[in-house]
């Protein structure tokens, strides 16, 4: 509820600023708006990262998914639902499952023709006592937007029959190479995947029967994107609206707090698309290595492991 009227007209106008496209200069007070949101009295979605995936060159792919040495060591690799075996020699996407989060690593020839370079990054939502249904929308800050207008519904085969797994939001992007999507997912999905009764869907319960806590990867804590513009733009105004903090700001290099991970944003005009240019993950146990797996360096830094992703776009 808004105390003075002068307050509400400052809030409605500044959410009208959020829609128009950014300038060449673009203004960071379309950020910094932590005092002004604190006027606003609505319950927000629940965020917490849940996955992302990249694409990457066939020499890269060939090295992550047959480097054994590495492989025994950091983690499992499966193919997938749903019955995430073991990667085999000729599938075209593997996965590294954590206790709370999973990476998908895509090759060039992949079933979903998704080109180098390409990546995307999902998180999951939840609203406080309201129970999966298809019906359900993400709780924002301000409700006239067009940010998170668009949704689709996921459905996979499980067992004998199809169940839905999830619906997703997202802001329509023409042409990006980064997608940002939020879902609700439906604990139905892990009764059928586990055999098993799940009284709410959990990250953990997806990831149980493939985490691996002998190996090192235990997941995500920070991702650093380069933007363009109009993705920068999108990204922080998604998480904005999601209620989420802004915890630094370095010239135009945001930090945000997405869940129980951190996103540097930092815009580029120079660039022809947005992309992951590294991640920081948890660690099971202390390790130094540094391996280089086709056009990506993997540094482990004890408890932490940077991965290096600049290669792959110079190539």
């Known amino acids: 509820m808004f105390v003075r009227y002068t307050l509400f007209v400052l809030i409605g106008t500044l959410l009208m600023a959020c829609q128009e496209n950014l300038p060449k200069e673009h203004d ?3 950020i910094e708006r932590e005092k002004i949101d604190a006027a606003f009295d609505h319950d927000v979605s629940r965020v917490l990262f849940d996955h992302l995936y ?3 060159d066939s020499l890269t792919y060939r090295a992550l998914t047959h480097d054994s040495s590495w492989k025994n060591d950091y983690a499992f690799l499966d193919k997938g639902l ?3 075996d073991p990667h085999i020699s000729g599938s075209s996407t593997c996965y590294m499952r954590g206790l709370h ?3 998908e690593i ?16 999902g998180f999951s939502l939840e ?10 929308t993400p709780k924002l800050r301000g409700t006239d937007t067009s940010f998170l207008g ?14 839905t ?23 139905s999905f892990l009764d059928d995947l586990h055999n098993q009764a799940h009284a709410r869907y959990t990250r953990e319960a997806f990831l149980k029967n493939t985490y691996k806590d002998d190996k090192l990867f235990n997941g995500v804590h920070e991702i650093n994107l380069q933007c363009t513009l109009q993705d920068y733009q999108r990204i922080a105004q998604e998480m904005r609206h999601l209620g989420r903090r802004l915890l630094d700001k370095n010239g135009d290099k945001l930090t945000i707090e997405s869940g129980d991970i951190t996103i540097t944003l930092k815009p580029s005009e120079n660039i022809e698309y947005s992309r992951i240019v590294s991640l920081r993950c948890k660690l099971n146990a202390l390790d130094t290595s540094i391996t280089h797996l086709g056009h990506i360096t993997i540094t482990n830094e004890g408890l932490e492991s940077l991965w290096e992703f600049g290669e792959l776009y110079n190539n």
Do not use: R
């Open 106 to 121: 895509l090759g060039p020839k992949n079933s979903y023709n998704e080109p180098v370079g390409k990546s995307g990054i």
């Open 82 to 84: 749903p019955d995430f």
């Open 101 to 103: 989060h999973y990476i």
């Open 150 to 163: 668009s949704s689709e519904t996921v459905s996979m085969p499980v067992g004998e029959s199809e169940q």
């Open 54 to 56: 990249i694409v990457v």
């Open 127 to 136: 609203n406080d006592n309201e129970h999966f249904h298809l019906g359900m």
């Open 165 to 187: 797994w999830f619906k997703a939001f997202y802001t329509p992007s023409p042409g990006t190479a980064l997608h940002t999507w939020y879902a609700f997912y439906n604990p």
């Open 28 to 30: 960071p007070s379309l």
